[in-house]
C-alpha cells in the first residue's frame, strides 16, 4: 500500500498545474470575480493552488508531522491573505471541496482502464479528506482571531472614550463621567485614568459625574474605588457635578464622601485652586 500511495502522490505532485486549473472550474464564477475585484491576481492563486496539491501529495508519502506544520503555514499565510483582500470565509472554504473532485479528475482514465483499483482511490481520500478538514478549520481559526482582535480594539476605542481625560493646563486635567458607570466601565475608567494620569504627570484630576444618570451604592462604590487608586499615585482627585437630587438620593442611601474632596461645579473647583479662565484675544 505504501508503494501504491507514494505513486499516487508522486502523480498528484506532478498534475498540480493541471489539478489546479480543475479547481476554478469546480468554483462559483462569482468566487473568481470576487477574486479579480479584490485586486487578485489569478496567477497568484493558481500558484497557491498549486503549493497546496503538492503539499497534498506529498502528505501521502512524506512524515506526517513534517506535512502538517508545512500545511499549517501554508494555510496561515493564505488566510492572511484572504483577510487582507476581504475575501469572504464561506466561499474560501467552499473552494476546498474543488480540490477533492479535480484530484479525482486526473485519476479517471487509470480508474475506468482499471489500472488504479478503486479501494485505492478511497485510501487516499481518507488521507487528503481529514487533511482538508483540518484546513477548513484552521481557516476559520484565521479568521476568528482576527475577528475577536477586531472586536477588542473596538472595545479599547469604547473604553478610552467612556474615560477622556482632558488635560486643561499643566499638571491638571478633566475627567467627564456620562451615562452608566458600571463595574466593567469603572474598571475601564480606572485604567486610562491611572494611565493617563501618569503619562501628563497629573497632580490634580477634577472628576465631574454631572453627567451620571444614576447614583448609587454600586455606582457610588465604583467611582471611590477610582479616586482611591489615584490617591495612591499622588494624584489628588476632586469629586465635581453633584446635583441636588443627587445628593439627595445618596443621604437617603446612607452614602457620603466625607474623606473626598467635592465641590458643587467643575467652575467652583478650579477657582478652589488658583486656577482660573484667560480671556484670549485672536489677532485679525
Known amino acids: 500500500m505504501r508503494d501504491e500511495l507514494l505513486y499516487l502522490g508522486k502523480q498528484i ?24 475585484l479584490a485586486g487578485l491576481k489569478m496567477e497568484q492563486v493558481t500558484e497557491w493552488r498549486m503549493q497546496l496539491i503538492e503539499l497534498l501529495g506529498q502528505s501521502l508519502y512524506e512524515d506526517k508531522v513534517e506535512s502538517s506544520r508545512r ?43 482499471n489500472q488504479i483499483p478503486a479501494s485505492l482511490m478511497l485510501q487516499v481520500n481518507k488521507e487528503i479528506n481529514p487533511i482538508l478538514d483540518e484546513i477548513a478549520y484552521l481557516l476559520n481559526e484565521v479568521f476568528r482571531t482576527q475577528q475577536k482582535d477586531q472586536i477588542d480594539l473596538i472595545h479599547t476605542a469604547m473604553d478610552e472614550l467612556s474615560a477622556p481625560v482632558v488635560p486643561i493646563a499643566e499638571k491638571i486635567a478633566i475627567l467627564p463621567l456620562i451615562g452608566e458607570v458600571d463595574t466593567h466601565r469603572a474598571s475601564a475608567i480606572m485604567e486610562t485614568a491611572l494611565k493617563k ?26 467611582i471611590y474605588q477610582i ?13 465635581t457635578g453633584i446635583r441636588p ?21 467643575l467652575k467652583k473647583a478650579l477657582e478652589d485652586i488658583g486656577f ?9
Open 13 to 36: 505532485v506532478s498534475h498540480k498545474s493541471e489539478i489546479a486549473q480543475g479547481v476554478i472550474r469546480y468554483h462559483e464564477q462569482k468566487f473568481s470575480e470576487q477574486l479579480t
Open 71 to 113: 500545511i499549517k503555514e501554508w494555510t496561515d499565510k493564505v488566510g492572511k491573505v484572504a483577510l487582507e483582500y476581504g475575501l469572504p470565509l464561506n466561499e474560501s472554504l467552499k473552494t476546498l471541496s474543488g480540490f477533492r473532485t479535480a484530484i479525482w479528475d486526473i485519476f479517471t482514465e487509470q480508474l475506468d482502464d
Open 197 to 222: 494620569s501618569s503619562d501628563l504627570q497629573l497632580d490634580y484630576l477634577f472628576i465631574d459625574i454631572s453627567g451620571v444618570a444614576i447614583m448609587d451604592t454600586m455606582v457610588s462604590h465604583n
Open 227 to 239: 479616586i482611591n487608586a489615584l490617591k495612591m499615585m499622588g494624584v489628588q482627585s476632586v469629586l
Open 245 to 265: 437630587e443627587v445628593a439627595h438620593t445618596l443621604g437617603n442611601l446612607g452614602i457620603t464622601f466625607e474623606d473626598l474632596k467635592t465641590s458643587a461645579s
Open 276 to 284: 482660573t479662565q484667560y480671556e484670549v484675544v485672536l489677532s485679525v
